[in-house]
């Protein structure tokens, strides 16, 4: 059973930073094309950042930025968020996924892109 575990959530003030850090498990000799998403109350799941290890760079969604920036090690499975200069509008759960192939660019905002999906670590900036 591939298992998607994240972790670094907290509470914090606007224009600290967090990190985040997720893993994908159980089946430890497959690759995985992994990103983050994010959802808040009352809003849809919004594509946070995708690592795209064949080009070997990561792609953002507009929120993110100049203020995100997503790492990982494709041969560990693991993946990190690191978020400086966080504002409230960045409160929301934030999802690590996963899908065991490569999609086209055109396809990483779609959450229904993504196999596998952790239960979500809560990020919560105050003013």
């Known amino acids: 059973q591939v298992q998607v575990i994240e972790s670094g959530g907290g509470l914090v003030q606007t224009g600290d930073s967090l990190r985040l850090t997720c893993r994908v498990s159980g089946r430890t000799d497959s690759t995985y094309y992994m990103a983050w998403f994010r959802q808040a109350p009352g809003r849809d799941r919004e594509f946070v950042a995708y690592?795209?290890?064949?080009?070997?760079?990561?792609y953002y969604g507009d929120s993110a930025k100049g203020r995100f920036a997503m790492s990982g090690d494709n041969a560990k499975n693991t993946v990190a968020l690191q978020m400086n200069s966080l504002e409230p509008e960045d409160t929301a759960v934030y999802y690590c996924a996963a899908r065991p192939r490569r999609i086209v660019l055109s396809g990483i905002r779609a959450p229904e892109n993504y196999n596998y999906w952790g239960q979500g670590t809560q990020v919560t900036v105050s003013s």
């Open positions: 690592i795209d290890w064949f080009n070997r760079r990561p």
